[in-house]
T-cell receptor
Framework: GENVEQHPSTLSVQEGDSAVIKCTYSDSASNYFPWYKQELGKRPQLIIDIRSNVGEKKDQRIAVTLNKTAKHFSLHITETQPEDSAVYFCAASRGGAQKLVFGQGTRLTINP | NAGVTQTPKFRVLKTGQSMTLLCAQDMNHEYMYWYRQDPGMGLRLIHYSVGEGTTAKGEVPDGYNVSRLKKQNFLLGLESAAPSQTSVYFC????????????FGDGTRLSIL
């Protein structure tokens, strides 16, 4: 089955700097890669997702890149703000009977 | 439009007691999921359902049972609670299959003493 590894487990950046979180997956047939943000004590919420027919997707300050050959995808947050502090989860699935598999999460802290 | 609603929000049980967690969604989603979240473990799938009347095991199903008698509801049961089941439980739903965005409830914080 699919296995998703996420790095780093914790990340601390200065406000205004960029943050990058990387995930690797094992199943080359996976074709859906969402990212969820979970603020302290809150529910996980989808912030961006990408499908395997595109290499990059942007939404304002966040972007996700996908490298199918290397089987990894990354979340990029530019011009970080205090409200970006949260735990971020990546996930992967190839659909059909294969369930979405989550990474372990990255705790991002934005320092003022 | 409330989305995904979980009840209760908090609960404390004694070892051996039973309880049921309720999840309700008003988005007409076919797929529903139960996850548990423990520190450093991410989200682990307990059971899921691909439609009314169906259930299937996820990654960590032992000690839990589920039922999907109505499309909008997905119940998670603990027959004989154990301290290892102390966790935060999240319900989620999605339209279509596993390759669609999942919408999560606010979670239930469950402590087993």
């Amino acid at each position: 089955g699919e296995n998703v590894e996420q790095h780093p487990s914790t990340l601390s950046v200065q406000e205004g700097d960029s943050a990058v979180i990387k995930c690797t997956y094992s199943d080359s047939a996976s074709n859906y890669f969402p990212w969820y943000k979970q603020e302290l004590g809150k529910r996980p919420q989808l912030i961006i997702d990408i499908r395997s027919n595109v290499g990059e997707k942007k939404d304002q300050r966040i972007a996700v890149t996908l490298n199918k050959t290397a089987k990894h995808f990354s979340l990029h947050i530019t011009e970080t703000q205090p409200e970006d502090s949260a735990v971020y989860f990546c996930a992967a699935s190839r659909g059909g009977a294969q369930k979405l598999v989550f990474g372990q999460g990255t705790r991002l802290t934005i320092n003022p | 439009n409330a989305g995904v609603t979980q009840t209760p929000k908090f609960r404390v049980l004694k070892t051996g007691q039973s309880m049921t967690l309720l999840c309700a969604q008003d988005m007409n989603h076919e797929y529903m999921y139960w996850y548990r979240q423990d520190p450093g473990m991410g989200l682990r799938l307990i059971h899921y359902s691909v439609g009314e009347g169906t259930t299937a095991k996820g990654e960590v199903p032992d000690g839990y049972n589920v039922s999907r008698l109505k499309k909008q509801n997905f119940l998670l049961g603990l027959e004989s609670a154990a301290p290892s089941q102390t966790s935060v439980y999240f319900c989620a739903s999605s339209y279509g299959d596993h390759n669609q965005p999942q919408h999560f409830g606010d979670g239930t914080r469950l402590s087993i003493l």
